[in-house]
Each structure stands twice: as C-alpha cells, then as structure tokens.
C-alpha cells in the first residue's frame, strides 16, 4: 500500500511547506499536517492507479511464436574453386 515512491511524490508536493517552516513563516505542525495529507492523497491515487489499469489496459494480447532468424545477405560473391580470397582484392592495386 505504501511504497517509498509515494513519499517521494509526497516530499517534493509538500516541499514548498518544509522550506516555509525552515524560515519560520509556517508553524512545523501545519507543515507535518500537509506532508501527511498529500502522503494520504498520493497513497489513495496509487491504490486507485493500481485498481483501475488492468480495467484501462484491456486484455493482454497473445505471445507471437519466435521467427526463424533470417540469414544475412552476402555482401560478396562466393569465390570460385580455387581461388584464393584474402580480402585484399577489395583495395585498388599500388601503383608499380
């Protein structure tokens, strides 16, 4: 019911609140007062959350069967019998 995201989203709500109190604007119960309500408020809008998607999702779709893995495409032609391929015929020759 009550996770650590739900006090992080009730901390930096009622942040404003903290920083009145830290300068003495606010009194620190009235502040603890609205940290605890917008923990309650954020508590109750997850547990909703939480009701509500699988209704909002829908059905999970069926699991496609894994392709065949498709061969790459050769980028050269095979060499011939007897023919030597070393991968330097794809350089221009030096000049002599």
């Known amino acids: 019911m009550f996770d650590l995201r739900v006090f992080l ?4 709500v009622a942040s404003p609140a903290v920083f009145r109190a830290a300068d003495g604007t606010l009194p620190m119960d009235e502040a603890l007062t609205r940290l605890l309500l917008v923990m309650v408020g954020a508590t ?3 547990m909703l959350v939480r ?9 999970m779709p069926e699991p496609m ?5 498709e061969t790459a495409p ?3 032609a095979e060499p011939e019998d007897g023919e030597l391929v070393d991968g330097l ?3 221009s020759p030096r000049p002599e």
Request: glycine fraction near 4%; avoid cysteine.
């Open 9 to 12: 989203v009730a901390a930096i």
């Open 44 to 46: 109750a809008v997850s």
């Open 51 to 59: 009701a509500v998607w699988p209704i909002l999702a829908g059905p």
């Open 65 to 69: 069967p894994a392709a065949e893995p």
């Open 74 to 76: 050769l980028l050269f």
């Open 89 to 91: 015929d794809l350089f």
